[in-house]
């Protein structure tokens, strides 16, 4: 090229290099409010000089760079803070999960309502006194016989309630799943368009973003770790194995084979690989808080299987402990039992241990259920000899029962009541605490991402200024070229002879 028109091809890079920076810019500008949207950069280096090889070329111009070459579209984005994020991102949606449900059981457990176990409870144990305080009155027993069925009736309630969220929760486990499976697929989808894009040389960035924001929901679900390969191909893992394997999904399942322990049965969803049926392995995310909240029976994994678990205890502490004194004592004579005071009558019905006792079939003896004469108070067969009254001795027994500190397993009834409750309370605290600094902690590395990644409106306006100098500058310098060449085509002239 000649030296004449050479600056002309130099002016041009920069006019091209300047549109496309602005095109960035009004692009990152677009985007500023888009969630998930890195900002962008034009990559340009300077042109080597065109250098000649022919005897004319000359040395001066060869020497003049070639002006500048737009590379590539950049995203500004650090991924060791996106790492760092979704790692943290995992702890949340687990803590928050929990927290939600803990908050949720423990509304459940109003100690202030008139439907708390504590004050059925206390409720029922007061009636014994009156019991004691009057052993042959019909009303204190009917009293006696409407409170135990008000506890009974309490613990069934609080039972089922505790068994509905579960079936909550276990359906959860399944949505949840579901809603892996179509991220890891959408995922997958986006690694084959991007790749097919990239091919022809261009950087599918809208599409990375895309992708990043899919990672970023996915991590809040479960816990995942990722790579590239040296290709630049993307592979999900969960627990040790692929879940997204480039353009393939490694999709889950869910097969109702989990163990219940509110019921015995391999009942509940188990999160499974759908190729070969093996437990996933989920250790955060807000499907590890599902799955904790639905099965955790251990202390540091507190769910709804021990609080019921814990239920469950003091039920067979009050039908034991009660039933052991009762069965001891004589009734009321009456014509539900042939006019005869008869004794060997447990209180709350044991199911003659055929099956277990628990909150959830709680429930007082028929012959308690019958009529309240059945209420064994007295500690001697009652009979005319007696003036058919006996005594109060046996309600006095069942108090000692009801007020001792020594019972096995437990203690003391209400002590192990209220211990249940402040478990709880300390439990929701705990997640409630956690769970708030772990959003601090996410939303500083949100911030941090953000400080890179993030569109500054400012900083945009400021670089399209500067992008639109310079492309003034890159056209002025045509102009000026433009002007020369004028005055060496249209205005000089050889002088006449």
Known sequence: MSSTFYGFEVARTGLVASQYALNVTGHNISNADTIGYTRQRLLTTSKVPAVGFTQF?????????????????????????????????????????????????????DELSSMSISKTLSEFFNSFQDLANNPTDYE????????????????????GKLSDQQTVYDLSVDTLTGKVNEIAESIAHLNKTIEEYEITGETANDLRDQRNLLLDQLSGIVDITYYHTPSGQLYVQLGGRDLVSHTTVGALATAQTGYNPLTGLNELNEVIWESDSAAVTITSGSLKGTLQLRDGNIQDEYGIPYLVDSLNTLVNALVDEINAVHSQGWTLPCDENGGASITGVNFFDDFGGAVPVTAGNFKLDDAILLTPNNIAASDVEITAANHQEGNNLNAHAILAVINSSSLS?????????????????IRVSYSKNMSDMQKVMLSNKEASRISISGVSIDEEVANMLK??????????VITTMDEALDMLINRMGIVGR
């Open 409 to 425: 397993g437990i203690n003391n009834f209400q002590g192990y009541m209220t211990t249940i409750v402040s478990t709880l309370a």
């Open 467 to 476: 992008y639109q100098h310079a492309y003034n500058a890159a056209a002025r």
């Open 140 to 159: 204190v027993r009917a009293e006696v016989q409407s409170k135990a069925m008000q506890l009974t009736s309490t613990l069934n309630y609080y039972h």
């Open 57 to 109: 070329a000359l040395s001066e111009c060869a020497s003049v760079g070639g002006g500048v070459s737009v590379d590539a579209v950049n995203q500004i984005r650090d991924e060791f803070l996106d790492r760092q994020f979704r790692k943290e991102n995992a702890d949340a949606g687990y803590l928050d999960k929990l927290t939600a449900g803990l908050t949720d059981i423990e509304t459940m457990f």
